[in-house]
């Protein structure tokens, strides 16, 4: 099993629909926890960061529950430019570890 | 200002060949990372040096691999001999100091080993 899991989609919902996506860890001891998205053929980039109050940036929010072992990200109104993959990143600071998830891919259609 | 550079940005090779691929990180930065990203397994990270140093490379696949960064402004990633599993986008990232999550990812060199 792997230590960080997400859904890979694709996730296609229509343009000004709200979509949300789960991604969970197995070690307990992960300390912080981030989005990035990553674009076709492009680099990933730092989208958030997740907080256990909950994190909110426009139209994102970010989750993470440490009880359930799992982060989410919320999208609201999506728009035609979020199509991408979202990729999960756990890092254990004590291990110097930083894990990636293998992604989830969100499609937008007019 | 500049972000990661990486070259070459696209590279095909034969198998049994020696394949360097180098990196520049943003400057000011202390923390450079090497993935590998494929559809079978995703982005892995391969090694990352703080301070010019490795911290982990338990990434790295086997002795074929190997990864060097001589100062802070330069680094390389050396496959010998390639292999046609070794076909992937390769990526360099760099963070600044205490703040590793904030990766600042390079444009990929994309590799084919035939």
């Known amino acids: 099993r792997k230590e960080v899991e997400q859904d890979p989609g694709p996730f296609n919902v229509p343009e000004g629909a709200t979509v949300a996506f789960n991604c969970t860890y197995s070690?307990?001891?992960?300390?912080?926890f981030f989005w990035y998205r990553q674009d076709c053929r492009k680099e990933p980039k730092l989208l958030m960061s997740v907080y256990s109050s909950g994190n909110e940036d426009g139209r994102f929010t970010a989750q993470l529950n440490r009880a359930s072992q799992y982060i989410s990200l919320l999208i609201r109104d999506s728009k035609l430019s979020d199509s991408a993959t979202y990729l999960c990143?756990?890092?254990?600071?004590?291990?110097?570890?930083?894990?990636f998830g293998s992604g989830t891919r969100l499609s937008i259609r007019p | 200002d500049a972000g990661v550079i990486q070259s070459p940005r696209h590279e095909v090779t034969e198998m049994g060949q020696e394949v360097t691929l180098r990196c520049k990180p943003i400057s000011g930065h202390n923390s450079l990372f090497w993935y590998r990203q494929t559809m079978m397994r995703g982005l892995e990270l391969l090694i990352y040096f703080n301070n010019n140093v490795p911290i982990d490379d338990s990434g790295m696949p086997e002795d074929r691999f190997s990864a060097k960064m001589p100062n802070a402004s330069f680094s390389t990633l050396k496959i010998q001999p390639s292999e046609p599993r070794d076909s992937a986008v390769y990526f360099c990232?760099?963070?600044?100091?205490?703040?590793?999550?904030?990766?600042?990812f390079g444009p990929g060199t994309r590799l084919t080993v035939t």
């Open positions: 990232a760099s963070s600044p100091p205490g703040r590793d999550y904030e990766q600042y």
């Open positions: 070690n307990s001891a992960s300390q912080s």
């Open positions: 990143v756990v890092i254990r600071s004590s291990a110097s570890k930083i894990i």
